[in-house]
């Protein structure tokens, strides 16, 4: 089983900087992906950025050049920079680790942390 344990998120005025943290414990194997999704109200999860434990990073071209996604390899932890914050990026922002175990895959999410951007 794996845990993960959130933070950072709240409120910020338009054009701030908040900075996410994610923590994953438990049965985590060398092959896995950690991300940030985001689910604003009335619309679906959408990825924001994902990192690989290679290194390799994938974000949502709107957040492209504001977001920036890390990780500490060493503590389990994944980390959300958001710079230049926009209304529209107001949402419950959700940490989610997907695992690797052989052939199979298995996800694990976070309980989120809520942004809120005024404008």
């Known amino acids: 089983q794996v845990q993960l344990v959130e933070s950072g998120g709240g409120l910020v005025q338009a054009g701030g900087s908040l900075r996410l943290s994610c923590a994953a414990s438990g049965s985590i194997t060398s092959m896995h992906v950690m991300g940030w999704y985001r689910q604003a109200p009335g619309k679906q999860r959408e990825l924001a950025a994902e990192i690989a434990n290679s290194g390799r990073t994938n974000y949502a071209d709107s957040v492209k050049g504001r977001f920036t996604i890390s990780r500490d390899n060493a503590k389990n932890t994944v980390y959300l920079q958001m710079n230049s914050l926009k209304p529209e990026d107001t949402a419950a922002y959700y940490c989610?680790?997907?695992?690797?175990?052989?052939?199979?895959?298995?996800?694990?999410w976070g309980q989120g942390t809520q942004v809120t951007v005024a404008s």
């Open positions: 989610k680790i997907t695992i690797y175990r052989g052939w199979t895959t298995n996800d694990y």
